[in-house]
């Protein structure tokens, strides 16, 4: 089981929210072996989160006492179904000249949030301080940390001002609740925010009616349940007339069901299995561990009946990936001019197809520009 020795909640251009350390968990890893103290909140955010502006491609970096620790290179880890990353920070201690490694530290970035954690791994303590970390996504305690921030995520707006006193000592009270005492119990959301409401009364079916594990509480209120549709497209775009653009489509039906007691759900999705112009064709396909059942119609049409027991809170009903032989929703282009040494211009235009209709509420274009400094001009123009 994981367990966690410290955790920080971040807001850009504000500085640390809140914080919280486990003593017991830290009393563990001493006894397990490890030597390295995590130290005070100024300094260790000053090296994690100058080391996260690196990371995005900002070249200041500000020097750090030396009597507290170095910074080692880090290694970036990568997970492209958490987008979260691992680094390690080496501490000077003032008894001995050697230095040691404060490992691992885990965060994700999301919006203006950094959520920081170090967990507590029982393997790397009961080896000396040794080992193999190019792994490090592959450790079921590194994993568990990942969603238990990306769960705490969820408590904040990314478009909210200010937190008001009490929305933070909500936030403790939660912390509390997901992790008591250093170890992680219920990263749902959902489920936390309805045991506190229910002053931590464990929910209690009627008659013989079974709970399911993943609905610990039942929803109070007016009923509802909504569905929405999410894809990823992935395209390459040759823009020529000899060699047609590639484009594959990834997506996930999510699921919010506001229904009281343990309600059950029926419904139908139809999977296009045949390739047909302007249609994709599902390629691959699956279930949440919620769905009790899924029948296929035998005669090869693609319509799955499903049969669920919805958790409280939104989660993911089926993800699936298609090869789409349709239009691109949206062709790019772009253009480099040199003008100087030091400076060039971009062009780049975006054109909607004539499928897609221009209702949705905005549009954001991303290029990196790694080790470079901000653009000092930017004119937007549509038609």
């Not at 590194?142 to 769960?151: D, F, Y």
């Not at 001002?161 to 403790?172: G, K, M, R, V, W």
Request: glycine share 6%; aromatic share 10%; proline share 6%.
């Amino acid at each position: 089981m994981s367990s966690i020795r410290g955790i920080w909640i971040v807001k850009e251009k504000e500085g640390l929210i809140c914080s919280r350390r486990f003593n017991t968990v830290e009393s563990r890893a001493k006894r397990l072996g490890e030597t390295v103290s995590i130290p005070e909140d100024a300094s260790f955010l000053s090296f994690v989160l100058n080391k996260i502006s690196n990371w995005n491609g900002n070249q200041s970096h500000s020097s750090s006492p030396s009597s507290t620790s170095n910074v080692d290179h880090p290694q970036r880890f990568n997970s492209f179904s958490f987008n979260s990353f691992s680094m390690e920070i080496m501490d000077q201690s003032s008894h001995n000249s050697s230095t040691k490694s404060l490992w691992p530290i885990v965060f994700i970035k999301r919006d203006r949030w950094i959520l920081i954690c170090i967990p507590c791994v029982e393997e790397y303590h009961k080896r000396g301080n040794n080992h193999d970390q190019s792994n490090i996504l592959h450790m079921p305690y590194i994993t568990a940390v990942i969603s238990l921030l990306e769960g705490l995520y969820r408590l904040f707006n990314p478009f909210e001002s200010d937190l008001t006193p009490l929305q933070l000592a909500d936030i403790q009270i939660i912390i509390s609740k997901m992790i008591p005492f250093g170890r992680p119990n219920d990263i749902h959301l959902e489920n936390v925010s309805s045991s506190i409401k229910q002053n931590f009364q464990p929910f209690q079916p009627e008659g013989g009616e079974r709970r399911p594990i993943w609905k610990p509480n039942i929803y109070k209120g007016k009923q509802r349940i909504e569905f929405l549709i999410q894809d990823n497209i992935q395209c390459v775009q040759y823009d020529s007339k000899n060699r047609a653009d590639e484009m594959n489509v990834s997506g996930t039906i999510l699921c919010k069901a506001e229904l009281e007691g343990v309600s059950e759900v029926t419904g139908s999705i139809v999977l296009p299995t045949k390739p047909s112009l302007g249609k994709g064709v599902v390629t691959s396909f699956s279930l949440d561990s919620c769905v009790q059942s899924s029948d296929q119609n035998m005669k090869g049409s693609g319509l799955h009946k499903i049969c669920f027991r919805p958790p409280l809170g939104e989660f993911s009903l089926c993800k699936y990936s298609t090869k789409y032989l349709g239009e691109i929703p949206i062709r790019g282009f772009y253009q480099l001019k040199e003008i100087s040494p030091t400076q060039v211009n971009f062009l780049i235009q975006l054109k909607l197809s004539s499928k897609v209709a221009n209702n949705f509420q905005y549009c954001e274009v991303e290029i990196p520009f790694p080790n470079r400094s901000l653009p000092i001009k930017i004119e937007i123009r549509h038609n």
